[in-house]
């Protein structure tokens, strides 16, 4: 009975146990045949495989193609430290990519010791030719080692990555700084042309989603999205590298002969509007934007506010033979260069009795256009101004352009007219004189400035073009052309104030400036006595102008043992550059005397 009894306990207990294992064995079965949604998806997320790359930033080039940004292959340098630690060699990591990168083995050890993570970055934004020892391998880099007997040995970094991460590349460095402007690390446009088109420039990102293997490799058969990055759009400028290097050259020749704390130019096409180029020093190299002072960086041509002295007597003689309210051959008294208009004195450099209105502009005298200014009327000085869009800004497509300071007659003075006629009391760029001067060197037809051409994205499709767009008619045909004539014998006729600014074989027009520079309200207000912005603009060849070049150097002069100040007047200092400009864009860009022939396409309305 007893055997009875425990041969049917042994039955029961063995019973149990099958029935224990037939349930294990199912449910093991269930799970990894017809496993549960929440076990299949933290298995599924760890084999997911998903990138987004991105399309590499486009390029920007100028008016004949040449590359002035550009994207280069470029790596981080990464490594595992937990893959490193199970399965690498930390020591001969240390060691290598130490002696690679000069990078102190400490740091590298502290980082590979951090063995609860998978990511640690070695070095950023390696250039891709500077990884040549390197060569991808699963899990790890090969890297290429030569002995002193020039054998090569390959020793296996496991562990060790190369993630790709372009950087922005400017090849000719400082050449057009301050227009084309720079992306900072994270691609992100930040001045310039970088900065107004990133839109454009920036590529697209893509979408790769599939699986990956034991071994952390993508699974290419179970790849199930596959959206390609989009690379970025070209932009093509308006500006000529050639001639862009020779104004750039020109301009900082031009600060350090004369002293100057900065000096820019440009350098605009008369019947089209756009710009050939736009130089400022000092100046930076964009591929090291990071070093340079921020005031390096300041695009000084359209971005520096400052009184413009005479060049401004060009716009209002202008308009007052538009109106009217002289002509050329009317005489002025210039009181012999003293004069005493309310309350306040007046002075010329150049003492002169009475003179003609064409003498006046010839000789620049102060006194002369102030009472011109003074017969226009207050109002009348506004208007014609206005018309040349001072006060304004032209949008001309690149960041930080200022519209200058102009206030409405309501703000001004007794004595306000008689010095905004001489440039006084208003606040202008170079881009708004180079525009007004070539308004009067297009018969009285003000274009559109503007620096970039035209936009294509990679598969051709022009995304955007500009093309010559009038902004106005300031003054009628015939008293621009009235003022080339006037605006000629500054330059070409003795006793011309511009007379340094002559090319030979050209007629050239223009207009010198000098300006005492403002001061500062907490400086106790007023101007400056022995600081002054100098300049020249003019336009060339007078018998059909095609180009309009404005120069200006901020505080220019040497002082003698005196304590006297020399070498600062406009004509001086600003001529010689304009001269050295234009002789080489003559023949650069074949412009005849008689000024038939250059490569830049007319408006449509020609």
């Given at each position: 009975?007893?055997?009875?009894?425990?041969?049917?306990?042994?039955?029961?207990?063995v019973?149990?146990?099958?029935?224990?294992?037939?349930?294990?064995?199912?449910?093991?079965?269930?799970?990894?045949l017809?496993?549960?949604?929440?076990?299949?998806?933290?298995?599924?997320?760890?084999?997911?495989?998903?990138?987004?790359?991105?399309?590499?930033?486009?390029?920007?080039?100028?008016?004949?193609?040449?590359?002035?940004?550009?994207?280069?292959?470029?790596?981080?340098?990464?490594?595992?430290?937990?893959?490193?630690?199970?399965?690498?060699?930390?020591?001969?990591v240390?060691?290598?990519l130490?002696?690679?990168?000069?990078?102190?083995?400490?740091?590298?050890?502290?980082?590979?010791?951090?063995?609860?993570?998978?990511?640690?970055?070695?070095?950023?934004?390696?250039?891709?030719?500077?990884?040549?020892?390197?060569?991808?391998?699963?899990l790890?880099?090969?890297?290429?080692?030569?002995?002193?007997r020039?054998?090569?040995?390959?020793?296996?970094?496991?562990?060790?990555?190369?993630?790709?991460?372009?950087?922005?590349?400017?090849?000719?460095?400082?050449?057009?700084?301050?227009?084309?402007?720079?992306?900072n690390?994270?691609?992100?446009?930040?001045?310039?042309?970088?900065?107004?088109?990133?839109?454009?420039?920036?590529?697209?990102?893509?979408?790769?989603?599939?699986?990956?293997?034991?071994?952390?490799?993508?699974?290419?058969?179970?790849?199930t999205?596959?959206?390609?990055?989009?690379?970025?759009?070209?932009?093509?400028?308006?500006?000529?590298?050639?001639?862009?290097?020779?104004?750039?050259?020109?301009?900082e020749k031009?600060?350090?002969?004369?002293?100057?704390?900065?000096?820019?130019?440009?350098?605009?096409?008369?019947?089209?509007?756009?710009?050939?180029?736009?130089?400022?020093?000092?100046?930076?190299?964009?591929?090291?934007?990071?070093?340079?002072?921020?005031?390096?960086?300041?695009n000084?041509?359209?971005?520096?506010?400052?009184?413009?002295?005479?060049?401004?007597?060009?716009?209002v003689?202008?308009?007052?033979?538009?109106?009217?309210?002289?002509?050329?051959?009317?005489?002025?008294?210039?009181?012999?260069?003293?004069?005493?208009?309310?309350?306040?004195?007046?002075?010329?450099s150049?003492?002169?009795?009475?003179?003609?209105?064409?003498?006046?502009?010839?000789?620049?005298?102060?006194?002369?256009?102030?009472?011109?200014?003074?017969?226009?009327?207050?109002?009348?000085?506004?208007?014609?101004?206005?018309?040349?869009?001072?006060?304004?800004?032209?949008?001309?497509?690149?960041?930080?352009?200022?519209?200058?300071?102009?206030y409405?007659?309501?703000?001004?003075?007794?004595?306000?007219?008689?010095?905004?006629?001489?440039?006084?009391?208003?606040?202008?760029?170079?881009?708004?004189?180079?525009?007004?001067?070539?308004?009067?060197?297009?018969?009285?037809?003000?274009?559109?400035?503007?620096?970039?051409?035209?936009v294509?994205?990679?598969?051709?499709?022009?995304?955007?073009?500009?093309?010559p767009?009038?902004?106005?008619?300031?003054?009628?045909?015939?008293?621009?052309?009235?003022?080339?004539?006037?605006?000629?014998s500054?330059?070409?006729?003795?006793?011309?104030?511009?007379?340094?600014?002559?090319?030979?074989?050209?007629?050239?027009?223009?207009?010198?400036?000098?300006?005492?520079?403002i001061?500062?309200?907490?400086?106790?207000?007023?101007?400056?006595?022995?600081?002054?912005?100098?300049?020249?603009?003019?336009?060339?060849?007078?018998?059909?102008?095609?180009?309009?070049?404005?120069?200006?150097?901020?505080?220019?002069?040497?002082?003698?043992?005196?304590?006297?100040?020399?070498?600062?007047?406009?004509?001086?200092?600003?001529?010689?550059?304009?001269?050295?400009?234009?002789?080489?864009?003559v023949?650069?860009?074949?412009?005849?005397?008689?000024?038939?022939?250059?490569?830049?396409?007319?408006?449509?309305?020609?």
């Amino acid at each position: 009975m007893a055997e009875v009894r425990f041969k049917g306990r042994v039955a029961v207990l063995v019973s149990v146990v099958a029935l224990v294992f037939v349930g294990i064995a199912s449910r093991l079965a269930l799970l990894h045949l017809r496993p549960a949604e929440w076990v299949l998806e933290p298995i599924e997320e760890g084999r997911m495989y998903e990138t987004k790359p991105m399309g590499s930033r486009g390029r920007i080039v100028d008016r004949n193609g040449e590359i002035l940004a550009m994207d280069l292959a470029a790596y981080h340098v990464y490594v595992d430290p937990k893959y490193i630690a199970e399965h690498g060699d930390p020591d001969t990591v240390c060691r290598y990519l130490s002696q690679e990168f000069r990078i102190p083995e400490s740091e590298i050890r502290e980082k590979l010791n951090r063995t609860n993570r998978q990511y640690e970055r070695i070095k950023k934004f390696v250039p891709g030719h500077q990884l040549k020892r390197f060569t991808r391998k699963n899990l790890g880099l090969l890297y290429t080692v030569a002995d002193d007997r020039g054998s090569e040995t390959n020793i296996y970094l496991r562990g060790v990555g190369l993630e790709e991460a372009p950087i922005r590349n400017y090849p000719k460095g400082p050449l057009m700084a301050h227009v084309v402007g720079f992306s900072n690390q994270e691609g992100v446009g930040s001045a310039g042309i970088e900065q107004r088109m990133d839109a454009y420039l920036r590529g697209k990102e893509g979408l790769r989603i599939s699986k990956k293997d034991g071994r952390r490799r993508e699974i290419y058969s179970a790849r199930t999205v596959d959206i390609k990055p989009e690379d970025g759009a070209t932009v093509t400028l308006t500006l000529d590298q050639q001639l862009q290097y020779v104004v750039e050259k020109t301009v900082e020749k031009t600060c350090r002969e004369f002293n100057a704390k900065a000096a820019w130019a440009i350098v605009q096409h008369v019947r089209t509007g756009e710009i050939l180029a736009m130089a400022s020093f000092p100046t930076y190299d964009l591929n090291r934007y990071a070093k340079a002072p921020a005031e390096w960086r300041r695009n000084r041509a359209i971005s520096f506010n400052y009184e413009p002295g005479s060049t401004m007597k060009a716009a209002v003689i202008a308009a007052a033979l538009d109106n009217n309210i002289v002509s050329e051959d009317d005489v002025f008294d210039c009181e012999n260069g003293y004069w005493v208009y309310g309350g306040k004195s007046l002075r010329d450099s150049h003492g002169e009795g009475e003179i003609s209105v064409a003498e006046i502009i010839k000789v620049s005298s102060n006194i002369g256009t102030a009472k011109i200014a003074l017969q226009m009327g207050n109002q009348l000085v506004y208007d014609s101004l206005k018309k040349f869009h001072f006060g304004e800004r032209f949008n001309v497509g690149i960041p930080g352009e200022e519209g200058g300071i102009f206030y409405s007659p309501k703000h001004w003075s007794k004595i306000s007219v008689t010095r905004i006629g001489m440039g006084h009391e208003i606040g202008v760029t170079a881009l708004q004189i180079v525009s007004m001067m070539s308004a009067i060197a297009y018969n009285g037809v003000q274009m559109q400035p503007y620096v970039v051409k035209k936009v294509v994205a990679p598969d051709g499709a022009v995304l955007e073009e500009n093309k010559p767009k009038v902004l106005g008619r300031p003054i009628t045909p015939g008293v621009a052309r009235r003022m080339q004539n006037l605006l000629a014998s500054v330059v070409m006729d003795e006793g011309g104030t511009g007379s340094k600014a002559r090319v030979a074989g050209y007629t050239v027009g223009g207009k010198t400036g000098t300006a005492q520079k403002i001061r500062p309200r907490e400086e106790g207000g007023g101007y400056y006595a022995k600081n002054f912005t100098s300049s020249f603009v003019g336009f060339l060849p007078v018998e059909a102008p095609e180009l309009c070049i404005v120069v200006v150097a901020d505080d220019p002069g040497t002082y003698t043992d005196t304590g006297r100040k020399t070498g600062y007047y406009g004509g001086t200092v600003c001529g010689p550059a304009f001269k050295e400009i234009a002789e080489f864009a003559v023949r650069y860009l074949r412009i005849a005397p008689d000024g038939n022939r250059i490569y830049v396409a007319g408006p449509d309305d020609e």
